[in-house]
């Protein structure tokens, strides 16, 4: 087997987040580089958090919680993937953020669960900017009314906007998706709705990051290009 060594690769990433900033004339502290753990093992998490990664992401509640009990516990861990209603309950007191909120009934049970546990959950909302069938995500047309609706609920908190750009060989083919999520973010910004921030945009991953960090992103989510390709397991 390949020896993979995460803190080479983490360099290298944080050394691209670096020159697109400076290209872009951002503050490379304005990115936080999430480490997307789905299907590593606690060792390699273990490896990424000794070289001071502390935001992990997950897309699946079971193994979140799995490597939440087995990591220290200052490490934020974000909710990547598609979340059912039946498992906001297991992980409302435990994640950082749930960056996959595209409905009001996700973010009704969200509120509820966060209000019997006390805390305040911070969410993004998930848009399909592309506009692609097999994608989860509200349509770049109904992000302002979701918005709107969900400010309206207690112990939950809008911080900004999430993509998962289309899969493409050349990634500045996305370069316009990430365009248009930041215009979203700064027109909703501008009806000063109460209760909301849009200071997040988390878009970009290990194949097109550069240049969604080139368009502003500020959470950026790698995964291979971090640990290595994955291997499903068949169930
Ligand atoms: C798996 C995943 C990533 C990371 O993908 P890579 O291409 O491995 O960097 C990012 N975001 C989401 C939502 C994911 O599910």
Redesign the pocket.
């Known amino acids: 087997m390949e020896k993979i060594t995460i803190k080479e690769n983490i360099k290298e990433v944080e050394n691209i987040i670096a020159q697109e900033c400076e290209k872009a004339g951002r503050s490379p502290s304005d990115v936080t580089l999430i480490a ?1 753990s ?1 299907t590593k093992p606690v060792e390699l998490l273990k490896e990424a958090y000794a070289y001071g990664c502390r935001d992990f ?1 997950e ?1 699946k509640v079971q193994e979140l919680l799995d490597k939440y009990e087995a990591l220290p516990s200052d490490i934020r861990w974000h909710m ?2 598609h979340l059912q209603r039946n498992k906001v309950k297991y992980i409302v007191d435990k994640v950082y953020m749930i ?1 996959s909120v595209d409905s009001l009934r996700l973010a009704e049970e969200i509120s509820k669960e966060a209000s019997k546990k006390n805390v305040c959950v911070n969410i993004l909302i998930e848009v399909n900017v592309a506009d692609e069938e097999t994608k989860y995500g509200v349509s770049c047309e109904e992000v302002r009314q979701l918005v709107c609706d969900i400010a309206k609920l207690p112990n939950i908190r809008i911080k900004g906007l999430m993509t ?1 750009a289309p899969f493409v060989d050349d990634a500045e083919e996305n370069r316009l998706h990430f365009q248009k999520l930041k215009k979203i973010a700064v027109d909703i910004m501008q009806k000063n709705i109460d209760n909301i921030d849009m200071e997040i945009l988390s878009m970009g ?3 097109d990051y550069p240049v969604a960090v080139s368009e502003g992103a500020t959470y950026v ?5 971090i640990f290595g390709i ?1 291997q499903y397991m068949s169930e």
């Open positions: 997307v789905k992401g897309n990547i993937g960056h998962i991953m290990t194949g989510r790698v995964g291979t290009g994955r």
